[in-house]
């Protein structure tokens, strides 16, 4: 049962244009969410977070969008650049049981120079 | 600041041997998290350790997995006997505690190590 999915396994994007990367999720008790990016043999990094009480998180390029009624959020990028290109994964939690995240697959991104 | 140490980077193994993964957190972390990252996947989480006593294994294998942090500092990870579908990278990430509630969370932020990558034969 994936609590958090990430439909789209990869997405490319010409450098400039924007990166939209989908989430959702299914449990409502979920109030708190992460976008961590990873680039190959390291560890995630802390991208942006949200939580229930917004509908949006902005920071420099990066904005998070999040949906409560949908039970949907997205990463906004823009403009892309080529040192984006990483895997993001959508993370979830609900805060007063801790900092147990809820990982969803992942999306490959891509951003052609 | 130093990062999450991991050791080692990399390890092939056959199927029914054991191994181990060392971790040691950022200096002042409370929290102490590993992860297993299966190809594809994201990461799932194994076992989160508050200073050195358990706050959850609910996902952990106990037959064949076990971990420990003893000093309330570093931590190991053990898995005997391996089996194929151990194939992962084992992630270790550390945190502060923070306050709670709103944006006080971002101060909970999770900070991960670069990972184990585990092969099994």
């Known amino acids: 049962d994936q609590q958090v999915k990430q439909n789209s396994p990869s997405l490319s994007v010409q450098e400039g244009r924007i990166s939209i990367l989908n989430c959702d999720y299914t449990?409502?008790?979920?109030?708190?969410f992460l976008w961590y990016k990873k680039y190959p043999a390291e560890g995630p990094t802390f991208l942006i977070s949200?939580?229930?009480?917004?509908d949006k998180n902005e920071d420099g390029r990066f904005t998070v969008f999040l949906n409560k009624s949908a039970k949907h959020l997205s990463l906004h990028i823009v403009p892309s650049q080529p040192g984006d290109s990483a895997v993001y994964f959508c993370?979830?939690?609900?805060?007063?049981?801790?900092?147990?995240?809820?990982f969803g697959p992942g999306t490959r991104l891509s951003v052609l120079p | 600041e130093a990062g999450v140490a991991q050791s080692p980077r990399y390890k092939i193994i056959e199927k029914r041997q054991s191994v181990a993964f060392w971790c040691n957190p950022i200096?002042?972390?409370?929290?102490l998290y590993w992860y297993q990252q299966i190809l594809g996947q994201g990461p799932k989480l194994l076992i989160q350790?508050?200073?050195?006593?358990?706050?959850?294994d609910s996902q952990l294998p106990k037959d064949r997995f076990s971990a420990e942090r003893l000093k309330g500092v570093d931590s190991t990870l053990k898995i005997q006997p391996a089996k194929l579908e151990d194939s992962a990278v084992y992630l270790c990430?550390?945190?502060?505690?923070?306050?709670?509630?709103?944006?006080?969370?971002?101060?909970?932020?999770?900070?991960f190590g670069p990972g184990t990558r585990l092969t099994v034969l």
């Open positions: 990430a550390s945190s502060k505690p923070g306050l709670a509630g709103g944006e006080g969370w971002r101060n909970n932020e999770q900070f």
């Open positions: 449990n409502s008790m979920f109030d708190y």
């Open positions: 949200i939580s229930s009480i917004k």
């Open positions: 993370a979830a939690s609900v805060q007063n049981y801790g900092q147990n995240f809820v």
């Open positions: 200096s002042g972390h409370a929290t």
């Open positions: 350790f508050q200073n050195n006593g358990v706050v959850d």
